[in-house]
């Protein structure tokens, strides 16, 4: 007997919103309804969408064919409607920070775990194809022992005063927050979650308010040490090198297709010592949210859940100065 789809409640309707409900159909899921403060944006959304339209929040999460929320909003949003979430036993897919503080963090993650519902943070660019074979490789000793990482991330955008992430209080650690973080959890993923970290952050360029360039240098598990670079003010740039003890893996894909997720494996190039790496192209959004709904339905465990939501955010966070070390939640051994 085929169980019946999980139906969700889909949270904020921005830009991002679009991508994931059209992961959300090919992940097997039903959207169910949507939700934003905006009501013309949210009819707007519903309506292309084909879904309802929530009048409030309250009424998306109490729906009665809602399952689960998928929170799309500014990441200072997350735990409170995490929490919301929790007490009326909803499931929860929050994109990546999985908060502004690792205090909420840590909140919603003790909130999800005491209603039993799980938790899964979008950190989706461990699942690329690309990255699936890195990770293949350093297992089977292709690079021989990495020792050194180093990763950029670069999207420009508005930074004008209506926009939330242009606002250091609401945006603390601009591009490394919202962008190099990605490069933290897909290096976890291959490395070991860090266990130090250190960074610096300047406004270069931007007029606004947020810093628009970060660094954030970083000891792995493995004990090998990694630069994780972000901007707001360049070109679209996504490139990752390791540097092992046997070979040199140079990983970069041709950003100029963001936001469209499904193409970024096809523009991926991926070379050991030179020479091309043939991987296979995997859908990163519809994975995640099948796992979302095979966790649900009891068959899976979240691969980022909030072990690995709070190991990447602990590390901007240092990064900014706030903590020393950042092991203090590591992720949880499968």
């Given at each position: ?47 292309q969408a084909g879904c309802g ?11 009665p064919d809602v399952e689960a ?209 043939a991987f296979e192209p995997r ?52």
């Amino acid at each position: 007997m085929t169980s019946r789809p999980v139906g969700v409640a889909l949270v904020g309707t921005g830009m991002w919103a679009g991508q994931i409900a059209a992961a959300a159909r090919r992940a097997g899921l039903r959207l169910v309804t949507c939700y934003s403060r905006d009501a013309g944006r949210r009819r707007a959304f519903a309506e292309q969408a084909g879904c309802g339209a929530a009048p409030s929040l309250r009424a998306a999460l109490e729906h009665p064919d809602v399952e689960a929320a998928l929170i799309l909003t500014p990441n200072d949003t997350h735990a409170e409607i995490a929490l919301a979430c929790a007490e009326r036993g909803v499931a929860v897919f929050v994109e990546k920070p999985i908060a502004d503080s690792v205090a909420d963090a840590e909140l919603m993650a003790r909130a999800c775990a005491e209603a039993g519902v799980p938790l899964m943070v979008g950190h989706a660019f461990r699942r690329l194809g690309a990255a699936r074979r890195v990770g293949e490789l350093i297992a089977a000793g292709a690079l021989g022992r990495v020792v050194l990482a180093e990763a950029t991330f670069s999207l420009p955008g508005t930074l004008s005063p209506d926009k939330w992430r242009a606002h250091r209080e609401r945006n603390p650690g601009g591009p490394l927050l919202q962008l190099g973080i990605h490069h933290v959890d897909t290096l976890a993923s291959w490395l070991g979650a860090p266990v130090s970290a250190f960074g610096r952050f300047a406004r270069v360029e931007t007029e606004a308010d947020i810093d628009d360039v970060g660094i954030v240098a970083l000891e792995m598990g493995s004990g090998s040490l990694a630069a994780v670079t972000g901007s707001y003010v360049s070109p679209k740039t996504f490139a990752i090198r390791l540097s092992g003890t046997r070979a040199v893996l140079e990983y970069r894909a041709d950003f100029r297709v963001w936001p469209n997720a499904q193409r970024l494996d096809e523009v991926t190039t991926l070379t050991l010592d030179g020479a091309p790496i043939a991987f296979e192209p995997r859908d990163m959004l519809a994975e995640e949210l099948a796992e979302l709904g095979a966790c649900l339905r009891g068959h899976a465990v979240p691969e980022t859940g909030a072990a690995e939501g709070i190991a990447a955010l602990r590390a901007i966070r240092a990064a900014l100065g706030d903590e020393e070390r950042v092991q203090e939640w590591q992720p949880a051994s499968r």
